[in-house]
């Protein structure tokens, strides 16, 4: 994962200075290639935190291509919808990571309960 974000810090500082449209397609070939990472070696302990983390990616991949949209089209009500649209895609990335989280933190504690019952009970 820190790979990833030392790449992305690379691509944003030295493409950002040439061209919008270069640094967003970049980044987009980078997230293509995480997202096969994360479909081959599933780097999560669950097949549930590996799924969210996939979705993350897609939806955030959704979000860049509709940047490069709007890169190349005038129409600013396109613009003003597809940046709804990715507003709407990043409150449910927002969404389905606190659940994710609520529920790993309440079957981990769920798990610990058990432990320390079973611990007393010796």
Known sequence: MLVRRIIFAIIT??????????????????????????????????????????????????????IMFCLTVDDPKKQYKVGWLSVSAIITLVLACISYLFSDSVSRLLKWIKIKLLIRRR
């Open 13 to 66: 500082a030295f493409a950002g200075n040439f061209d919008g449209g270069l640094t967003v397609s970049l980044v987009v070939i980078e997230m293509f290639l995480f997202s096969f990472y994360l479909i081959t070696v599933k780097p999560q302990e669950t097949n549930l935190g590996n799924r969210v983390e996939l979705i993350s990616e897609v939806l955030l991949l959704y979000c860049f291509f509709g």
